[in-house]
């Protein structure tokens, strides 16, 4: 089989009703089917590849969904996290235990586009600064625009950023993750000072 059939956002891996599919981040959330199979693995191919993967990562039903997708000789496109050369990759391994090679492929997976689009095109500097290489002050990742404050604090914090982004280390344009505050760390940081006082 090289690609099933997806009738709906979800996809319908088993060809049939699984309880696991109903939990399937794909079928809650709209995304467009064909975001799961990439087109090449030149530049764009392979940032589609990444982005898919990312989604699935935060779906609670992956590993119901590789396993399926191995199962039924699938060629093509991402399910759970995994692409065709990896499951190929898995199902030339002797191992009985599957799920522990899928959990041994994910944790080869890049998951973070922020870092990587950050990393690209940064800099470091002396006493932990960063400076961004590029002249423009715009990237996009996953769809939406980032200066590179904002991805040096989604780095940092784990989350989008909350208010303005703003250096907080006294070198101009710095962009390390930890000399950058929105109004989230400003706040905690204001916080633990009064406690201090
Ligand atoms: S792992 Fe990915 S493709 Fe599979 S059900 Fe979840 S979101 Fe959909
Ligand atoms: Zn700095």
């Given at each position: 089989m090289t690609r099933p059939a997806r009738s709906s956002h979800a996809p319908d891996t088993l060809g049939r009703a699984e309880d696991w599919q109903d939990k399937a981040l794909c079928r809650t959330v709209v995304v467009d089917p064909e975001a799961f199979f990439p087109t090449g693995r030149a530049a764009a191919g392979q940032q589609q590849i990444d982005d898919a993967k990312t989604f699935c990562?935060?779906?609670?039903?992956r590993m119901a969904c590789a396993l399926a997708a191995l199962t039924g000789g699938y060629d093509n496109g991402v399910w759970g996290a995994l692409d065709e050369v990896q499951r190929r990759r898995i199902l030339r391994t002797d191992s009985d235990d599957r799920r522990q090679a899928i959990r041994d492929e994910w944790a080869r997976l890049r998951f973070d586009p922020h870092f990587d689009a950050y990393a690209k095109r940064t800099e470091q500097e002396d006493n932990g600064h960063v400076r961004w290489l590029m002249k423009s002050t715009s990237v996009t990742v996953l769809g939406r625009n980032w200066t590179p404050a904002q991805l040096a604090l989604t780095i940092s914090q784990r989350r989008p950023p909350q208010g303005a982004v703003k250096t907080t280390c006294g070198r101009p344009g710095c962009v390390a993750p930890e000399h950058v505050a929105d109004d989230v760390v400003r706040r905690s940081r204001g916080r633990t000072q009064k406690a201090a006082a």
């Open positions: 990562m935060s779906c609670p039903v």
